[in-house]
């Protein structure tokens, strides 16, 4: 805890540079979330509040591809020893936060990164996870520059907008929120999965008919 205090201190020292930095490497390393250090800039300066959202969304997405290269290429070695520090005696973190993001990616592909920003598990399990399972690269790019920029800019307006007043609620602002925006892509994830599932079932019929008629061209041939 004492590490993380000190690392969080680091990156405040370097103001907007220290909070894009601490956005970056938190993404892939185990460092303090750097929502700590946005809030604080968005009370002291609400006017550039988007301003430090936009900083912190870049650098995590950015940062957000350096995991994935790390997952790709040094595999799940590096994942296991990067996350290390999550274990405790008789509990393997590690393998659970795997396990978890595995899961969701295969229910969910790339929208798993999506929803990475607004879960309890960190972001950098899901970069680094995401190149070990090798996600599409472009997809999760995407995804991860809108659920970061999504979670930042939640952040920074909130704040903008009510200041001190809304400091000790934050958390359930936040959580509220996200709550209506996972529930509205999830809704429409599975919209979207059951229309297709549908459209493969109607064109089973006529998918049919051609295989028949193939078949009855190649009994003429013979």
Known sequence: MEFLHNMGQFFSQFGVWGLALNSFVESFFLV??????????????????????????????????????????LGRPAFDWIFSGLQKKGNNKAKEYFDKVEVLYNQYGAWAVFFAAFTPIPYKVFTIASGILKMNFVSFMLASLIGRGMRFYIVSVVLMIFGEKIKNNLELVILGVTLLIVVFFVVLYKKRHSFTKTKNEANIPELCKMNKKEEEKDFCKN
């Not at 929502?35 to 870049?58: G, H, K, Q, S, V």
């Not at 957000?64 to 997952?71: D, E, K, L, Y």
């Open 32 to 73: 303090p979330p750097p929502d700590f250090l946005l809030i604080a800039m968005d009370l002291n300066e609400p006017n550039r509040a988007l301003y430090f959202a936009t900083m912190c969304t870049i650098a995590s997405t950015i940062g957000g591809a350096v995991g994935f290269a790390i997952g790709k290429w």
